[in-house]
């Protein structure tokens, strides 16, 4: 059973351009994200995709795998899916590893393709945190996750979900949890996810693992203790750079 990792590394980003080449104390947040993918040790390949060649140029001079993609990719599994079109050899699991995460840790990556690769009754696995910065429920660019009792997806959104009911026995017992952007998908789940229309809700959040749950795919969800900052707009820089301060982190 192959296994593929892709980090979709688009220049031309509409909020932050260029964003995954920006130096990260020094560091560009590509490299960040390429080295937790070789550490994670689960991968038979790890590929950078983009559309600009001086993103090409960079992962190749760290001695990374890289191809150049279409700049009509939609989303970055199509540019995932793209990549695995074109690949000489057959993967079974393919994991979407997005190239704004600088401080995914490489076990997060590990603990959810075990989960998945033991478990047949999901289609695809990410992970879940606590939000513990009341800041984040406000954000719409820090994506908030309801799970089920067993731990899967059952919507993701860029408001605070669930609704705690002041008259629920369970408010502010259950905890918020904020997603991790990586998706491990089942070869076919990454067929028929590429191979369908964007969903409403899936234009309406801005979310594109909203179409997977409409088209009925079950994402399971497997829940660390911490994530990092993703690196959405300019101003993640800084939230970025105090997280490396807080959690003392060697660049």
């Given amino acids: 059973m192959k296994t593929l990792i892709v980090i979709p590394a688009r220049y031309g980003s509409t909020r932050f351009p ?14 960040w994200v390429w080295e937790k993918a070789v550490k994670s040790k689960i ?19 760290i001695k990374a795998k890289a191809v150049m993609t279409s700049p009509k990719c939609q989303s970055g599994s199509d540019r995932v899916w793209e990549v695995v079109k074109k690949a000489r050899k057959k993967y079974s699991i393919v994991i979407n590893l997005q190239s704004d995460e600088p401080f995914i840790d490489s076990q997060t990556i590990k603990k959810a393709f075990l989960k998945l690769k033991s478990d047949k009754n999901f289609d695809i696995s990410t992970a879940v945190a606590k939000i513990e910065n009341e800041k984040e429920l406000s954000d719409p660019n820090c994506v908030k996750v309801a799970l089920s009792n067993s731990s899967n997806a059952v919507y993701f959104s860029r408001s605070a979900i669930p609704y705690h009911h002041s008259l629920s026995e369970l408010s502010r017992k259950i905890p918020y949890y904020k997603h991790c952007g990586f ?14 229309k964007p969903s409403s809700i899936e234009i309406l959040e801005r979310l594109e693992q909203l179409r997977a749950l409409d088209i009925g795919l079950r994402i399971a969800a497997v829940k660390v203790e911490r994530l990092g900052p993703a690196i959405d707009t300019p101003e993640d820089i800084k939230k970025a750079e105090e997280f490396i301060k807080k959690h003392k982190i060697i660049v």
């Fill in 43 to 61: 991968a038979d390949d790890v590929i950078v995709a983009t559309e600009d060649k001086k993103v090409l140029d960079f992962a190749r001079s």
């Fill in 18 to 31: 260029g964003k995954v080449l920006y130096p990260l104390y020094g560091k560009p947040i590509l490299q």
């Fill in 183 to 196: 998706y491990i998908y089942r070869y076919e789940a990454l067929k028929k996810f590429v191979s369908s």
